[in-house]
């Protein structure tokens, strides 16, 4: 028997809409790209992406053409995401810290036809367009300065493109299943992986995102004021582009300038009240907030993912009145797990909240439900002992890259980690089981770094893996093995080399260079007899 | 373009699988039939769900076979419930407080077949059977006792029933469209209309009514203990036997006992932290729990809806501590506005938070959108001043109701009530559309009530109106005109006839009759000129 209910899709225009019609006035406050603030509100968010909107369905574009974006965090982008998103097509928001090669890549795996670029990102976009020709109109996203000239073809500014176009626009409806952002990760091995979050998935992952069991210092007609301290490009910056309008929050973006200054003198200014970041971020923002020698009274949440919390900063953070709340995610499955202590928690000691939240990475959630199982898949016990590959399954995660079969799509996904889940179900990741190495919260793929090494003529194997660093908490480090030991190549000549192939960010600060590598008993290099050799990996290193 | 997540449909039985998997130790106190008292938990009631549900399946039940309850708030009814909705049957949760008449035509138009019944309701349901032969099964609802003798036909006790199955299933998977609870409601004219929720929109409603917007106290790590005080049948009981697993909360189930003592009793011994009632239940729980000289230390939120709250009340719950949370739905659109203030509400006056939270009725929300409109469907602005008809509109909203046609599926829905929206996007009814009259929280129709009149054969003409009652926000009153001014009808006579045809709770305290019935210029009963002369409704009357 089908149910009687109003057959109403999870469109994200819905979002938008609702923050403009009963929150119109809220700010939204953003760090254009030459670093000066822009002050708008969401019912002026909704104008400009509706009046954009306007402008692309005036175009031979459709729900059907692929769009692109290579920019930071700033109100652009975010009227970008609601023009493209409320008309039903993709928005492919690319990393700007990604190489040409890769970015290439993957425009053409996605078919992108149009892309959205600013004064900071042209340079690239200009190296783009000079080795494919995939991209048919570029859009400039000016912010009051004239267009800058440009070898790029068919580029125009946003408020040219938008001249003579209106924000009178009743979004379309369309299936919650259609594609709505879509980010690529290199998490696994391989070329980078294409993720198609649906309007549903982002809705039901956004809603998660802002119950009360996340927000679990809600008060009552306060005016929750977010800021994502990460790029929105980044599996959508903490899911707030989406949570904040969902929820009337006030929305505070840091455009392209995420360094420690540039953070905390939004968050003084704006009065921000939750912020996301990784813990070498929180750890540099507390160490501005003290150098200027401020307080930061109005900001009382610090999400934490990406990695565990040290200790240290957990008390730091605590003694400035901050509540620390840990969950973890992916671009697969971006906000899983629940950020509150388990329910009852509060009547536990101090010592035994500390315990639950500092190394664990928040609780089991509804929509992305997690579960470990050993090396047969077989499912393991929650009991704070057994330690197996963490499985994710739910509607906000990841069912088949882009591109993969039908016969590909996973009913568990494998996250790459392996974990242990407490009778209380806090989860604690322990150990990776794929061969990857996460810096600063973004992640380095071994087999890119090795195969950029191979290709140089002078080298027979190679081998990256993960060393615990103090700032970025893992940072590649490369083993390889010369075809000739009379070889002159030396590590600086190797990292230059392979600066043609990956983003400079992932070159290892340590190559070493060994006689012989040590091999499994079925001929692959043992990576696992590496690490033992040089990556002492204690389990909290800072 | 398809987006790339898991096809993971919005089941409800996910919910008790988290909720048994997460927060299996997590207490459900419910009281029996019996009026003692059952401890229980979330692992041990999937247990006994699966275990009921293996029972089903074993009989020549199936996703198409329709159920029915007929039972109070106990720990066997949530069992019921996660039994029949995880095999992706729907249950028809029957109000034992309406006329065998009203329930055998719901119970034809659903086709149910069969039946669960309690010792309290073993009486109604032989009067169903006596008079009907839908049912071909019915299910007593044992808790320890031995079934009695009853006239019912193929009668057999839940533990009979379900002896030799064990609780290993794995729930079916199935659309989440397809209908869970199914309620009928006699808001609106001629007969009760049946609305049939889906597992989506269950879901959805269950995830808007533990957001952070709703529950904006939330507390990092508390074991939030909740207690609807409203019959479970009832539109799911404030959401709370699907909000509560999903989140891990405690849950508290009255039985049948919703007198102040029974709940008061339940409140302080089960440290309910929030509880769901209409204003005049909480005036009572106030006074019980003053009689008693005791306080409720552990209860911190109050859920008010069905009507606004008066300002005494008001301040009474503020005076000991509990905040108060308004918020309004009905049968065909539960929980439908958001019960906390205004973002930004916490930097106005103590007055200016008592305005807008006395005498209006939540927030706009996101999955349930309201509008107002003018006579000819105009919208019209949500300016604080302009009253219009209440609509409402989204994936929790019926679409039509059982048995109508697909052309009759509402874009929008009527609400029946005149309402007035304020810039900051909260609501207040001022007035009622339709003809129906609103009793302790629950339903009178109108056109039943006269019906139930006119069948007497001295009656000419009969007209309902409401009236303010101090206790029951309002009562029926009834107004008749006589086919003969010489008939000896009385008032008694008549209400006794009319108890063949209406609930007794329905029956009007007072009946007027009346020389003549005022007319509209097109000759309908103007109910207008009515409710001037014999009914003066002030905004609060109390």
Known sequence: MQGSMMDVPLLLSRLIDYAANHHGQTAVVARRIDGSIEHSNWQQIRSRAKTLANALL??????ETRFASLTWNTNNHLEVFYA?????????TLNPRLTVDDLNYMIALMEDRVCFYDANTQPLAEAIAASSDHISQWIYLDEGEAMPATTLPNAVALSAFKAGFDDQLAWPSFDENDAATVCFTSGTTGRPKGVAYSHRSLTLTAMNMTMADMYGNARNGELVCAMPVAPIFHANGWMMPFSAPMNGHKLVLPGRDFTPKGIVELMEQEQVTIAGAVPTVWNDLMKEVDRR???????DTALVAGTAIPERLFDELASRGIQVRTTWGMTESPGATRATLPPGASQHSDDQRRAITIGRQGRVGLHADLRIVDEDGQPLPHDGVAAGVLQVRGPTVLGRYIGESEEQTREWLDTGDIAVIYPDSTMQIVDRAK?????????ISSPQLEAAAISHPDIELAAAIAVPHPRWQERPMLLCTLKNRDSALDADTLREHMTQHVAKWWLPEEILFIDAMPLTPTGKISKLELRKQYASRPEQSF
């Open 58 to 63: 005036d175009k031979p574009f459709s729900s």
């Open 84 to 92: 493209v998103l409320g008309i039903g097509a993709p928005l492919h």
């Open 293 to 299: 020698g401020i307080t930061l009274p109005a900001l």
């Open 435 to 443: 061969d990857v190495i996460k810096s600063g919260g973004e992640w």
